[in-house]
């Protein structure tokens, strides 16, 4: 099996989290055979290159960020410049997003179904995770404990070549969140959490309080 894998996020590779979960994705991915050639479309120059792999492979994956519920633009304008295909082409979502609940990227899952079937491609279902927002601020051990899961679900979709199986429909974690422990969540992230934010915006050189509203 060969896969064209489509990164959807705006931001550049350096920098996109999403990029860190397909690179342990890939890994798992590849393990049995299958292969795979990855495009960004934060890079605009690429988009010609792109369009021509994605008329010459039958099998795709759109990986993408929410930001909140909404469907980066820059992806949505290159998915404008495809046309429609006929060819028995089946595509696959991989939805990630800072927030922890599964609900919250369930807007954007529903879009995605309809995208593929806009596409003229057999919609095999979307892989659904959120708590990846810090991803990019850190590196090791730490980067590692949030996306190494991400090799195991690269085995599961070369061994069925969709997102349906249950372990991946497990994968996403929590649906919602029991209110005992988003009283618990909202108290760390008023305190310990957002000492670390305000080490991050600094680390950014951001100088504003982060309750700052100039508007």
Known sequence: MHVLIINGSPRVKKYSNTNAILEKFTEGLCENGTTFEQYEISDKNSWDQIRQSYDRNTIILVALPLYVESIPGLLIEFLETLTPKSDGSKMVFLLQGGFMEGVQLRC???????????????YMGTLV???????????????ENITGAYADMGREFAAHGNFNSKACKKFTG???????VRIHVGHILNTQAKTGFEQMAAVLDCNKPLDYKPY
């Open 108 to 122: 954007g899952e529903a879009c995605l179904k309809i995208i593929a079937d806009k596409l003229g491609c057999e």
């Open 129 to 143: 995770k959120g708590d990846n927002f810090c991803i990019r601020f850190f590196e090791g051990e730490w980067r």
């Open 174 to 180: 929590p649906e919602t969140i029991p209110f005992f």
